[in-house]
């Protein structure tokens, strides 16, 4: 016997039956307002919840962060994307344009010259990060992204060379994998 | 100078009225502003948040970063509106909100110390004889300028945020108006400062203790309702309420035009607030505190508008609080709550109050009152079963009749 699938994925509620002091309401006003008297009066509460945000920084989870991209470099310090297209083709926001060209060394087939990541236009998923096969592509635990035009933010191949330098000791390369780095940061 | 000052301005009620109107204007002006800023604070707090704290000490500058972004903005109007009715709307709504103050018992009955002898003068603007008919006017032409805001904006959803706001503010003008009756008719003044002296006749031992409140409770606590429902604050703001109109009346408005909406809105918080406090909680009475409460020294006067202003405040705050309590009521249910319980309930309380009048019996018999009719409103809507809204009934219909009789 075939179930419906309205058997078995539905499920049915019934409305509740109100309480008496709920019917009055009334009484449920007061359960209120004592509810938010107390949040109100409770300075505790608040001081655990809010990060002042210019002085003090949340703690973020450094390996999994997904923030502003990087092009790592490989052990001679040359970039090591392969100009693959993986991340381009992954990419759902298609944010990431390559034009790639014969490699000048010996290992690799092709490198890229230009390789442009629009800021803009990302949307943070690291779905290059999973695709790439060299693990060439990386989301750094970094997010003030500023910039004053939306030019400045379309970040070439330079600039996400230099936010490898700048994040390197704070989330090495994953290839070779380097482990034992604190796993949170701000 | 300051001779001529003292014997021909401060000395005349007129010059008084004069000078008090001037320094009520702008010191409300103030209130209202910090009313802005209490509100975001509160709601911070209720939030577990710690609200505007940049701007200044505890961001008690706040209100001044406010009023200069509002003043910079753009101020935008939109291409197809009713230009003038667009333009007059904020204004309505604010000059509206601020003439109220007028009526207002600020600080009771004072002498100069130059000026022994003379009759004691009122620190209040205007001592007019229908006192609460204006006040109950005025507060409720503070509609006009959200229906014609939301008229002359030429969207739909002003509109229906104007059409939302005239609705409600009709259908609570009328458990308003009955529960002001009850105060006019326990303390059989129609003048502000009068109820409120009515209000400091002692309770055995203790002076200026005998607050309308106490002996209506049920009427103060309609009074604060319809008072939500005419500043438009939650749980009653369907005329603006963000999920559904985006802005209501106030959509297309930008800039300055939209700061005096707020302005009006905050003004018109405090006056109702005074009301309530003149007419319920003993104006600037306080229990006990003979030499508040009668003494004609000016320093009485200044405590009197101060304890006055407090009062003010409490209310002002608890409204705050109710936003961050209750949910916004459904249209169908704020209607409901206005014509089938607080029109009802209302009009007990002034039969009771009329009862009282006619046989004169003692005072206490109308707080017994008060709390026989709640609880007999309460085994009303126990017994009267969950309510029905409109297209549920249609719907019950149908199913009773079956599916061929509906189509």
Redesign the interface.
Known sequence: MVTDWKDRDVLYVDQPELTMTERLYLPQVFGGLKTTLRHMFKKRLRDETVVQYPEQKRVLRLENYRGVHRLNRDEQGRVACVACFMCATACPAHCIHIVGDESPWPDREKYPIRFDIDELRCIYCGMCEEACPVDAIELTPEYHLVGTSREEMIFDKEKLLMVYDRTKDMKPRKNPPITGYPSTGR | MWDWIKAHVLSEQFGFSLVLAFALFGAILTAVAYCILLERK?S???????GPNRVGPFGLLQPLADGLKFLLKEDIIPRNVDRVLFILAPALAFVVAMVGYAILPWGGRFQWPWAEGSPPLLAQVASVDIGLLYLVAVASLGVYGIVIGGWASNNKYSFYGGMRAAAQMLSYEVPMGMAILVAILCTGHLRLEQMVEVQNQPIGPVSGASWTVFFHPLAALILFITALAETNRLPFDLAECEQELIGGYHTEYSALKLALFFLGEYAHMITNSGLMVAMFFGGYLIPGWTWLNESLSPWAMLARIGVFSGKIALFIGFYM??R???VRLRFDQLMRLAWKSLVPITMALVALQVVIIYTGWSRWVALAGNLAVLLIA?AV??ASG?PVTGRQQSLMRREATGPGAAA
């Open positions: 509160l911070a707090w209720v939030q577990d948040r710690y609080l109710i961050w309590t209750l309460g809507s126990l969950s």
